[in-house]
T-cell receptor, first 114, second 114 residues
Framework: DQQVKQNSPSLSVQEGRISILNCDYTNSMFDYFLWYKKYPAEGPTFLISISSIKDKNEDGRFTVFLNKSAKHLSLHIVPSQPGDSAVYFCAASQNRNAGNMLTFGGGTRLMVKP | DGGITQSPKYLFRKEGQNVTLSCEQNLNHDAMYWYRQDPGQGLRLIYYSQIVNDFQKGDIAEGYSVSREKKESFPLTVTSAQKNPTAFYLC?????????????FGPGTRLTVL
């Protein structure tokens, strides 16, 4: 039972355009969401996060949107750059005594073409 | 220069052998985690530890063992009981108290069983 899903395994975008990566979740107890970026043969790097009390968080070219009623979040990258080409994972967390446990989606490979 | 280190980067093992992957952090984080990534898939949690001398099984703990004798170190042993050990292994750490739930990852170890 996948609680966090990234339904698009890959996305191709032209340099300078907007990249939109999507993520859906099923567990209504999730209250914190993160996006990670991963290059091949490297560990994921934290990119941006959002708490469930917000619907938008922005950091430079990266914006994350959260639609709680739809259990959907998205990552917007504007403008896209070739260096953004990587696999992007969304992750979700819920506040519980077990600590900061994250549930990851399967990832979306973004390719930004020059 | 704070961070998480994993060694070795590449590891080869013969079937039937146990092998230990190293993970060290100097971020003074309380919690540490081990994940496995298979090609085209997301991250799956193997084990986690919130405090020294204590650890918990994740979603796919069978065939693996861990120890947490020091706050800085969380080695993972892949035993001969693990049926499909070839994968990319990632170690992460995080603060334990409070939110946000950001986990910081090491560079990973690619294990290949010959």
């Amino acid at each position: 039972d996948q609680q966090v899903k990234q339904n698009s395994p890959s996305l191709s975008v032209q340099e300078g355009r907007i990249s939109i990566l999507n993520c859906d979740y099923t567990n209504s107890m999730f209250d914190y969401f993160l996006w990670y970026k991963k290059y091949p043969a490297e560990g994921p790097t934290f990119l941006i996060s959002i708490s469930s009390i917000k619907d938008k968080n922005e950091d430079g070219r990266f914006t994350v949107f959260l639609n709680k009623s739809a259990k959907h979040l998205s990552l917007h990258i504007v403008p896209s750059q070739p260096g953004d080409s990587a696999v992007y994972f969304c992750a979700a967390s819920q506040n519980r005594n077990a600590g900061n446990m994250l549930t990851f989606g399967g990832g979306t490979r973004l390719m930004v073409k020059p | 220069d704070g961070g998480i280190t994993q060694s070795p980067k590449y590891l080869f093992r013969k079937e039937g052998q146990n092998v230990t992957l190293s993970c060290e952090q100097n971020l003074n984080h309380d919690a540490m985690y081990w994940y496995r990534q298979d090609p085209g898939q997301g991250l799956r949690l193997i084990y986690y530890s919130q405090i020294v001398n204590d650890f918990q099984k994740g979603d796919i703990a069978e065939g693996y063992s861990v120890s947490r004798e020091k706050k800085e170190s969380f080695p993972l042993t892949v035993t001969s009981a693990q049926k499909n050990p070839t994968a990319f292994y990632l170690c992460a750490s995080s603060i334990l108290a409070g939110r946000p739930d950001t986990q910081y990852f090491g560079p990973g170890t690619r294990l290949t069983v010959l």
